[in-house]
């Protein structure tokens, strides 16, 4: 799961604390596992939850938000990043600090985003990729 690794290297670069939400507690357990292999033991949350309730319901605030949710999910009802994305990252953009940074992943080959922000998957794009596997982009809240 790649949010792990998103929380690794946050930790690993100095993050006040970290917070990994996802609805499968095997992921949350590889989070878990590599954080203690790369000997990050500070304040680093882990949430089993599905992510889109927990953006609703939390009262905490961040600077930085890596959103990177799967193509589709069974979960809660169901999940679709074609239809959903909207919605996920409203919610997103409304736990950041004024002035704080939205990333938005994700590897659905036929994405078409529906909301303004910078795309970044060119210059983001490992140099032995003929074609990136995510596009991204950065949002920034007003």
Same mark, same amino acid.
Do not use: K, M
């Given at each position: 799961?790649?949010?792990? !690794?998103?929380?690794?290297?946050?930790?690993?670069?100095?993050?006040?604390?970290? /917070?990994?939400?996802?609805?499968? =507690?095997?992921?949350?357990?590889?989070?878990?596992?590599? !954080? =203690?292999?790369?000997?990050?033991?500070?304040?680093? +949350?882990?949430?089993? $939850? +599905?992510?889109?309730?927990?953006?609703?319901?939390?009262?905490?605030?961040? $600077? !930085? %938000? %890596?959103?990177?949710?799967?193509?589709?999910?069974?979960? +809660?009802?169901?999940? $679709?990043?074609?239809?959903?994305?909207?919605?996920?990252?409203?919610?997103?953009?409304?736990?950041? &600090?004024?002035?704080?940074?939205?990333?938005?992943? /994700?590897?659905?080959?036929?994405? =078409?985003?529906?909301?303004?922000?910078? &795309?970044? /998957?060119?210059? !983001?794009?490992? =140099? $032995?990729?003929?074609?990136?596997?995510?596009?991204?982009?950065?949002? %920034?809240?007003?």
């Amino acid at each position: 799961c790649s949010s792990d !690794l998103f929380t690794v290297y946050a930790a690993a670069g100095g993050a006040a604390y970290t /917070t990994s939400v996802d609805a499968s =507690a095997t992921y949350l357990g590889i989070a878990r596992e590599n !954080l =203690a292999l790369n000997g990050q033991r500070g304040r680093n +949350e882990l949430v089993h $939850d +599905e992510v889109g309730a927990f953006l609703r319901h939390t009262r905490q605030r961040w $600077d !930085l %938000v %890596v959103l990177d949710p799967p193509s589709y999910s069974d979960r +809660e009802g169901g999940f $679709d990043v074609l239809r959903d994305h909207p919605a996920l990252i409203e919610a997103a953009l409304g736990v950041l &600090e004024p002035g704080g940074v939205l990333w938005f992943s /994700t590897n659905h080959q036929a994405f =078409a985003p529906r909301f303004a922000g910078e &795309e970044q /998957t060119e210059r !983001l794009r490992q =140099a $032995d990729f003929r074609r990136p596997a995510h596009r991204s982009w950065r949002l %920034v809240r007003e």
